[in-house]
């Protein structure tokens, strides 16, 4: 089926038993989140809560009526396949070929959004608290929204850009948000802020997939080329209604528009992060929203924060072709590669086919460890070893590794500044293991191995042997 937004994208998840639906009433303050999580880690569908809560001063739960609330569209590789419309295998396959300029498609403008149906414009009348945006985890420092696309374009070049950029609620109409230094938007706001001026910004909540995954990647140019490089067609767009900008998602949930003020800074944080701690408190920009505006019986998206998802969108869909450049040019019998999102992007799979000599292992994880700084521990395998699945991996790791011999490191090298191994300027040890099979010490039989059945018959035969 055809995806375009996150509707269609949730009947498609619910065709393909992905989507859970939870009646029961859950609050936004710790509880979704942690269902959620537990969803994530367990392979478990996607949660859509569709009764949510706030609970009030005195602890009593306050409805919100009319929303419902979705996490982890992303968060396996069975979701990252449904929604890139590939098999798992082809998931760096396909994300390469969207990554490739050659195969951007710009988006398309449209007049119409059916989010500019229920739209609040007046300052007076604006109040965030109101949105089902929740508090994920115990450590948080309050709510967060950590599922908006914030599209921006550059004041000067015109460029637009897709981003992710924590929001704190700081006020009725004002969010903490938190811009890394090396990003496109915070480019974008010294410009306008040199010139003394607020840039105006929209952030764009419940979306097509397509969209989510093209906003964590690094790129060239407007991230919308990608999302439409992944469908094979234009992403619809349009123009903010209090804001200059007019690349705005035309089928989002929910959009904020306002301005990213120049020369403000407060407090926002802590918040759990990808490499799965609590980010330290930022002197943050601020964001003053100017317009709110919802589709009809709406849905609010969120990533939960430091889990599967985080990770799919920000560490392992933008980096696993480089990841698959660098090792292919090491050798060419590498035949696919993964960044497990429980490693926090740290650590890299890299599967061979066959080896051509005992050293290329070692070759192949040297040229993982070029391609990107966060990789700091890379494991390469045979294709006998379901690199998608941890258990095998581990597996691996302890029939097929000498911990004496198979094993080097290449220390003083540089990581992420945030990577907890390394010093505060990402300075650390990186590894690389060996776990391939034949390495010429003693001879082994076949690995064991059972087909896969299909339990349903059995299990519907033992219900009638029962009656």
Known sequence: ??????????????????????????????????????????????????????????GQPKPFTGWRLFASAVANQERVALALGCDKAQVTKVMAYALDPANAISPVQVRDAAWKRNLITDPRAI????????????????????????????????????????MEILGPRTFGMNINQWRDLQRAHAAAEARGRP??????????????????CKYEGDEHNIAGAIRG?????????????????????????????????RSEGPLAEFHGYYGEPWESPVFEVTAVGWRDDPIYQTIVPGWNEHIYIGNVLPREPLLMRFVSHASKNVRAVHIPPYTNGFLVVVQLAKKTNMGEPRNVALAAFAAHPNFRICVVVEDDVNIYDPSDLLWALTTRVDWGRDVFTVPGAQGHEMDPANDSKGIGTKIGIDATFDKGRRPYGQRVSYPMVELAKYLESAKQVKS
């Open 127 to 166: 109040d965030v608290n109101t949105l089902p945006i929740p508090k994920h985890a115990v450590g948080d420092g309050g709510r967060f929204i950590t599922g908006g696309v914030v599209v921006s374009k550059h004041p000067e070049t015109g460029v637009g850009n897709l981003s992710y950029n924590r």
């Open 199 to 216: 840039l105006g910004v929209a952030v764009a909540i419940g979306l097509d997939p397509a969209i989510m995954i093209a906003a964590g």
């Open 233 to 265: 067609r234009p992403v619809e767009v349009t123009r903010g209604v209090t804001v200059d900008v007019d690349t705005i998602p035309a089928h989002a949930e929910l959009v904020l528009e306002g301005h990213i003020l120049p020369g403000a800074r």
């Open 1 to 58: 089926m055809q995806i375009y937004d996150l509707r269609t994208y949730l009947e498609l998840l619910a065709q393909r038993g992905q989507l859970m639906r939870i009646q029961q009433p859950v609050s936004l303050i710790h509880e979704a989140a942690d269902v959620a999580a537990t969803c994530e880690r367990t392979g478990g569908p996607a949660p859509l809560f569709e009764h949510i809560y706030l609970p009030d001063d005195s």
